[in-house]
């Protein structure tokens, strides 16, 4: 039997503390990776959980007449700036679709990790692409392979954040679907990703923690505006809610606010492992964020509910959120009252 595995089984088991939770991927398929890449290389995850912010807006949709609400991922670094403090090297490689499978087992088995692009047509579990459409190429971490069964193992998000398997037939036909339908071409060599240790010490975790942590202040104090600016955002979500359609693309909408809420407490509670809270403030913040995601989450079981028993937007639905949503507000211009003035006197170190 040829079976082969980068990842040992202390990754396995701490997989869900790399998110805070397996099932609430932390910003998206390729940033969430990028720590388990780090935990396996056992670098610090610092520069990756630092390297984004999270901003409120309203985006225009066929969908919704009014637009729909979603929390977007500022990155604050660069990818090549991130992957540089990381000490990770990224290289971007095309296989033939004959050759996908091959050059896959000789990247695990130099011990690196690939992350492969694929067609999600085909992958069961994406219900907005799946059957539907090849509109939706998206990455996945593979991490070994297994000959006596024929399946390749990777962690992706189908699911929440987790360890799944596919054969190596579905992997060929993802991949090809990729390179047909997708807009990808050989020329460009972006459909896999390779990643290497470039540290000098493989066991060395060590990193300028507050360096780190000053920078990201810095960065975030830069997009104060932008931040704040986003909470207006809010308001015209509750102004339009009696216009909202309540569907199944809303609630999905809904659910990406509630992961981004979620990464975003993550990296505060990441933060504060690192020393960040100067000042007294851990307490009152780690609360508030707390409370935006547990409301976050009402608003979709609300909605979810509702499609459940397909009764349409009611009007009590619409005052529940509406209830929520101003909750949200307040809790959001609170924690800034305290967030900014701690980033302000990390930014002065």
């Known amino acids: 039997m040829n079976k082969k595995s980068i990842l040992n089984i202390h990754l396995f088991s701490g997989v869900s503390d790399i998110t805070g939770n397996k099932h609430d991927p932390f910003v998206n398929c390729f940033y ?3 720590l388990s890449i780090l935990k396996y290389y056992k670098l610090s995850i610092a520069p990756v959980v630092t390297s984004i912010c999270f901003l409120y807006e309203i985006v225009n949709r066929d969908v919704f007449p009014s637009g729909y609400l979603r929390v977007k991922n500022e990155l604050l670094f660069d990818l090549k700036t991130t992957l540089t403090k990381a000490r990770i090297d990224m290289i971007r490689e095309t296989p033939k679709i004959e050759e996908i499978l091959y050059f896959i087992k000789q ?3 130099n011990n690196s990790p690939v992350y492969v692009y694929i067609d999600m047509y085909y992958q069961k579990g994406r219900d907005a692409y799946y059957q539907k459409n090849h509109n939706g190429e998206h990455g996945i971490l593979v991490y070994g392979y297994d000959d006596f069964e024929g399946k390749v193992h990777f962690i992706d998000d189908v699911y929440g954040y987790d360890l799944y398997e596919m054969s190596y037939d579905e992997l060929f036909i993802y991949y090809e679907g990729l390179l047909k339908y997708c807009r990808k071409s050989y020329s460009e060599e972006n459909t896999v990703f390779v990643f290497k240790n470039v540290s ?29 600016n986003g909470y207006d955002e809010l308001i ?13 693309s809303e609630f999905l909408a809904l659910t990406s606010i509630l992961h981004r809420k979620q990464s975003e407490n993550y990296q505060y509670r990441f933060l504060a492992s690192c020393g960040f809270y100067l000042l007294d403030y851990e307490p009152v913040m780690s ?12 608003i979709r079981n609300i909605i979810a509910r509702d499609i459940y028993k397909n009764t349409g937007y009611t009007k009590e639905t619409q005052e529940s959120v509406v209830k929520y949503l101003r909750e949200i507000l307040e809790a959001e211009k609170i924690l800034d009252s305290y967030r900014f003035p701690l980033l302000e006197k990390w930014s002065c170190l």
């Open 32 to 34: 969430t990776p990028l």
């Open 107 to 109: 990247c695990i088995d």
């Open 200 to 228: 000098n010490d493989f066991n060395n975790n060590e990193i300028k923690i507050s360096n780190t942590i000053t920078e990201f202040s810095k960065a975030m104090i830069d997009k104060k505006d932008y931040i704040i």
């Open 236 to 248: 015209v979500f509750e102004n339009i809610q009696n216009v909202v359609e309540n569907n199944e």
């Open 287 to 298: 609360s508030l964020l707390n409370k935006i995601v547990a409301d976050w989450a009402k």
